[in-house]
């Protein structure tokens, strides 16, 4: 079944007189949404009280939920300290991912720093590797561990990349960002062909991680380096739009949990993606 929902909660929720997040699940269950996407972008601050009632939420009202680790993960970082704190950051998001009954941990994979794209992006398959096996060790794999297509031309994360790193074991499930594709080639990801052409590479992973990949949408400034700042469906200039890309998710078959980012609407954009995967 395919899911659609917001990251975080949109102003709108706030408006309506709701506080903590665990109001969240009934909220979008009744606006006819069900999954959501819970942000620890910032770091990892919620007990584990608010995760369990969370959880016990999200059960209650059918809704999916899915973590986002913190945003300054990077697994290119040529210092091993760093990178031994960014392991630490995957997997306290795993550990609060599980008592909130989310089955997937969305992360940014690396950055390309002052090295050449070509060695960190070798320098990223290597701490890959010791990630899947750590993944093993600490008992991590009932969770899929989601690494993004980035918005931002000198971040490890174009979809060709993605897909490599995904490859690497089926612990990693890809999370594909159109947004962030549209604004890292500078408009470019948002026509049938294009959108046609970045399914064809998903299914490279095989059955699974290409009929339920993990989907964030939203529509994104962008400048000469890519992303620049998250806009919300009223936007006309920079795009992408849904519309022809919901065509090919259902005449495939797919069923991604789709995941909308837009800047304070993303529950009302979210709902409007629905309605158009619903039309077409």
């Known amino acids: 079944m ?45 007990s584990e009280k608010k995760a369990g009632a969370i959880k016990k939420a999200a059960e209650e009202n059918g809704v999916e939920i899915s973590v986002h680790a913190p945003y300054y993960i990077n697994f290119a970082n040529p210092d091993e300290e760093m990178v031994k704190k960014s392991y630490g950051y995957l997997f306290r998001s795993a550990d609060m991912a599980r008592r909130m009954g989310a089955g997937r941990v969305i992360f940014h994979p690396a950055a390309v720093g002052k090295a050449t794209r070509e060695e960190a992006f070798e320098l990223t398959k290597k701490r890959f590797d010791i990630l899947i096996g750590k993944i093993r060790a600490e008992k991590y794999d009932d969770i899929l561990f989601c690494p993004e297509t980035m918005g931002k031309i000198n971040q490890i994360g174009t979809l060709e990349e993605i897909i490599e790193l995904c490859a690497m074991d089926e612990v990693l499930m890809p999370t594909v960002d159109f947004g962030h594709l549209n604004a890292r080639t500078l408009g470019k990801m948002n026509s049938r062909d ?18 339920h990949f993990h989907m ?65």
């Open 2 to 46: 395919i899911r659609f929902g917001p990251s975080g909660n949109s102003d709108s929720f706030y408006d309506d007189g709701n506080k903590v997040s665990e109001q969240a699940p009934a909220w979008l269950k009744e606006k006819g949404l069900n999954a959501y996407e819970y942000s620890f972008g910032r770091g990892v601050n919620i």
């Open 194 to 211: 294009e959108y046609e052409r970045a399914l064809e590479l998903l299914s490279r992973l095989g059955e699974n991680k290409y009929r």
């Open 216 to 280: 964030h949408f939203s529509k994104i400034e962008y400048s000469n380096g890519g992303e620049v700042k998250h806009l919300t469906f009223e936007d006309k200039v920079y795009g992408p739009d849904f519309t022809e890309l919901a065509v090919l998710i259902k005449g495939r078959g797919l069923e991604p949990v789709v995941i909308c980012e837009s800047d304070g609407t993303q529950a009302e954009d979210a709902l409007t993606m629905k309605k158009i995967f619903e039309s077409v």
